[in-house]
């Protein structure tokens, strides 16, 4: 079945340390998501990537990076300038065409400082 | 930006009664507009995705309206269950790669 996978699901961080959350879909989908949710608060967009190599700052970009060498994967990196980074992380792909499904999700990542 | 808004923020039923889920939003341009069930601690499962042509879509007892010029839809949910019970997210899609999202209708549906 096609569909996106993140892990670890859950991943603990040290103060001053930088982490990787793992992003991998086979839906061939175009464009690729990290949404950061936090209690009792919407979605808010971090980073998105339109096609392979090419990535744009979502809202709240700051202390947290990306890269897009591969279709299938977009991972997301929290470095040690983002000062809050205990939430809830959800990939999302999307296919643009016309007429066709939008937004699937991953099952989450839960980050949480230690 | 796109605003969103859902109303109510929480709703608790009992088993059996229709739910009536709603949705605003401030740009009407919309491409799509798609409905999300969230349970807690896990990602969000896609319900039912409305193109900006249609009025409604349906499935199985889940049945969204749109009224794209108003700025509204609608979630309606018929003999709810306590399965039923989860956060409600609306997404209207401006085809920007920034979906927007309002904070979700939390729903209890008691047995």
């Known amino acids: 079945d096609g569909g996106i996978t993140q892990s670890p699901k859950y991943l603990f961080r040290k103060e001053g340390q930088n982490v990787t959350l793992s992003c991998e879909q086979n839906?061939?989908?175009?464009?690729m998501y990290w949404y950061r949710q936090d209690p009792g608060q919407g979605l808010r967009l971090i980073y998105y990537s339109q096609i392979v190599n090419d990535f744009q700052k979502g809202d709240i970009a700051e202390g947290y990076s990306v890269s897009r060498e591969k279709k299938e994967s977009f991972p997301l990196t929290v470095t040690s300038a983002q000062k809050n980074p205990t939430a809830f992380y959800l990939c999302?792909?999307?296919?643009?065409?016309?007429?066709?499904?939008?937004?699937?999700f991953g099952s989450g990542t839960r980050l949480t400082v230690v | 930006k796109q605003e969103v808004t859902q109303i109510p923020a929480a709703l608790s039923v009992p088993e059996g009664e229709n739910l009536v889920l709603n949705c605003s939003f401030t740009?009407?341009?919309?491409?799509?507009l798609q409905w999300f069930r969230q349970d807690p601690g896990k990602g969000l499962t896609s319900l039912l995705l409305i193109q900006s042509s249609q009025r409604e879509q349906t499935s199985g007892r889940l049945n969204a309206s749109l009224d794209k010029s108003s700025g509204r839809s609608t979630l309606y949910i018929a003999a709810s269950q306590p399965g039923d019970s989860a956060t409600y997210l609306c997404?209207?899609?401006?085809?920007?790669?920034?979906?927007?999202f309002g904070a979700g209708t939390t729903v209890t549906v008691r047995a």
């Open positions: 839906l061939n989908h175009d464009a």
């Open positions: 997404a209207p899609n401006l085809r920007d790669y920034k979906l927007s």
């Open positions: 740009d009407s341009a919309i491409y799509n």
């Open positions: 999302a792909s999307s296919i643009e065409s016309e007429g066709l499904a939008g937004y699937t």
